[in-house]
């Protein structure tokens, strides 16, 4: 699969803009394409009860599962100084429901990238087939 990483970042960008941060000021877009072809976005959405907060990341895998859908790759939109990868939480949910080769780009606003698998971010997850 080709992976559309512009229009990804383009529907992160716009899940970054409707992100509620207003705790951290650390607004997050993410969106997942998905094999079919679809895109699929979220945004972070925090809660003065710090771990009620849902990262964008969770946001938008919590959309494909509602779809019926299978992640293929993930781009993130941040308003960092530099590109950030998903925090642990998120990094062991992405890694329930993509295979460890599913790529993850980071993009901050002023075009600085960097680039992850599922696999390097979390080298020994836990899942399913441990239980």
Request: proline share 6%; aromatic share 6%.
């Amino acid at each position: 699969m080709d992976v559309p990483w512009e229009a990804m970042f383009a529907a992160a960008e716009k899940a970054r803009t409707a992100a509620y941060a207003p705790y951290s000021r650390f607004h997050v877009g993410a969106a997942i394409a998905c094999t079919d072809g679809s895109i699929v976005a979220g945004c972070n959405v925090e809660n003065a009860s710090y771990g009620l907060t849902v990262c964008a990341e969770r946001n938008a895998i919590g959309a494909v599962v509602v779809s019926g859908k299978t992640p293929a790759a993930v781009a993130l939109m941040v308003d960092s100084d530099k590109p950030t990868p998903p925090c642990g939480m998120c990094r062991q949910v992405l890694a329930e429901h993509a295979p460890a080769a599913t790529v993850i780009r980071s993009r901050t606003l002023k075009g600085q990238e960097a680039q992850w698998t599922v696999g390097e971010l979390l080298p020994h997850l836990f899942s399913k087939e441990l239980l």
